[in-house]
């Protein structure tokens, strides 16, 4: 087993030794910074980047024709006059959405970077920030939010050039697996938080403000090219800044996925929407909702 994929299930498996797993993380130097994960060429290495980080930056995932028509595709859905957190599922109306998710290789990309035999497409999202949406998007944990458990995995791909200056994600690598379940909470429409769900449950301990306690962790952004998509895990931490520029836009088109191992949970919490009474509660994360969208043969 490839020593970082064993360092992160250690993590996984052993939370109470986090500092002691660091440091022999440090032994073996898979510390490495964001440029290491970019420059690393093999899909072995991708994989061990994505189970060490919870996060790893892909070039290219698009090809031009597909970059040109998400971008039109978007357009065309922005016109709706919504903006960023309003525009999901569009990939269950026949258009370019739903071609680029039933036959593109995108599923494949994912199963590649999980190392998983199958993957489904639970839902995908829009993330529009139009030059001069200040606020950032909150520090927060994708999957409280979802009826799944195991490893979920969102695409954000990039559709503009995107910087710190007009709305890069941030990240805390590694906090996927660290041993904390973060209560979900509602936010407004550009995503500043406005109160906590699930508020009664021991399962969850509320969001450290990480914001406020940023110099404790280890921060990464990732630079962008149009076609460059991140792989990040559901239970990673992260945030999104704002969007500073009074020219650039950010359109980022984010897909979810859920990977081998993943099941249906169903809460009356949150998100009924993704909620499916055909499924039986503990099964796997596929079926007419969520079809699977590869196989390895
Ligand atoms: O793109 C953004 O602004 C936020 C994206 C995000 O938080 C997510 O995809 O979970």
Redesign the pocket.
Same mark, same amino acid.
């Given at each position: 087993m490839d020593v970082q994929v064993l360092l992160a299930e250690l993590r996984r498996q052993l939370p109470e030794f986090a500092i002691l797993i660091s440091l022999l993380a440090e032994c073996f130097e898979t510390q490495g910074e964001v440029e290491d994960q970019v420059a690393t060429p093999d899909k072995k290495g991708v994989q061990a980047a994505y189970a060490r980080d919870g996060v790893v930056l892909l070039k290219n995932v698009l090809t031009e024709d597909w970059l040109e028509r998400l971008r039109s595709a978007v357009d065309e859905e922005v016109k709706k006059g919504e903006r960023?957190f309003a525009y999901k599922n569009m990939r269950e109306q026949p258009g370019t959405f739903q071609d680029f998710c039933l036959t593109s290789d995108i599923g494949q990309r994912v199963a590649e970077v999980a190392g998983s035999s199958w993957t489904s497409l639970m839902f995908d999202?829009l993330?529009v920030?139009e030059p001069g949406t200040r606020t950032q $998007?909150g520090w #927060?944990t994708?999957q409280p939010y979802w009826p799944v458990a195991g490893p979920i995995m $969102?695409m954000?791909i990039a559709l503009d050039p995107v910087d710190p200056d007009n709305?890069a994600?941030e990240f805390i690598p590694g906090s996927h697996a660290w041993d904390a379940k973060y209560r979900p909470f509602k936010t407004d429409q550009l995503?500043a938080f406005l109160h906590y769900l699930e508020e009664d449950s021991p399962e969850y301990s509320d969001m450290p403000d990480f914001e406020a306690e940023r110099d404790r962790h280890r921060i990464i952004h990732f630079d962008m090219e149009p076609g460059d998509a991140l792989a990040f895990d559901g239970m990673i931490v #992260?945030?999104?800044m704002g969007n500073r520029t009074s020219t650039r836009r950010?359109r980022?088109y984010?897909i979810r996925f859920a990977c081998e191992g993943a099941t249906y949970q169903p809460r009356d919490t949150v998100t009924e929407w993704l909620h499916d009474p055909g499924m039986a509660d503990g099964s796997p994360f596929f079926g007419k909702k969520f079809p699977l969208i590869y196989e390895a043969a």
């Amino acid at each position: 087993m490839d020593v970082q994929v064993l360092l992160a299930e250690l993590r996984r498996q052993l939370p109470e030794f986090a500092i002691l797993i660091s440091l022999l993380a440090e032994c073996f130097e898979t510390q490495g910074e964001v440029e290491d994960q970019v420059a690393t060429p093999d899909k072995k290495g991708v994989q061990a980047a994505y189970a060490r980080d919870g996060v790893v930056l892909l070039k290219n995932v698009l090809t031009e024709d597909w970059l040109e028509r998400l971008r039109s595709a978007v357009d065309e859905e922005v016109k709706k006059g919504e903006r960023y957190f309003a525009y999901k599922n569009m990939r269950e109306q026949p258009g370019t959405f739903q071609d680029f998710c039933l036959t593109s290789d995108i599923g494949q990309r994912v199963a590649e970077v999980a190392g998983s035999s199958w993957t489904s497409l639970m839902f995908d999202q829009l993330f529009v920030k139009e030059p001069g949406t200040r606020t950032q $998007t909150g520090w #927060h944990t994708d999957q409280p939010y979802w009826p799944v458990a195991g490893p979920i995995m $969102t695409m954000w791909i990039a559709l503009d050039p995107v910087d710190p200056d007009n709305g890069a994600l941030e990240f805390i690598p590694g906090s996927h697996a660290w041993d904390a379940k973060y209560r979900p909470f509602k936010t407004d429409q550009l995503g500043a938080f406005l109160h906590y769900l699930e508020e009664d449950s021991p399962e969850y301990s509320d969001m450290p403000d990480f914001e406020a306690e940023r110099d404790r962790h280890r921060i990464i952004h990732f630079d962008m090219e149009p076609g460059d998509a991140l792989a990040f895990d559901g239970m990673i931490v #992260h945030s999104a800044m704002g969007n500073r520029t009074s020219t650039r836009r950010r359109r980022g088109y984010a897909i979810r996925f859920a990977c081998e191992g993943a099941t249906y949970q169903p809460r009356d919490t949150v998100t009924e929407w993704l909620h499916d009474p055909g499924m039986a509660d503990g099964s796997p994360f596929f079926g007419k909702k969520f079809p699977l969208i590869y196989e390895a043969a």
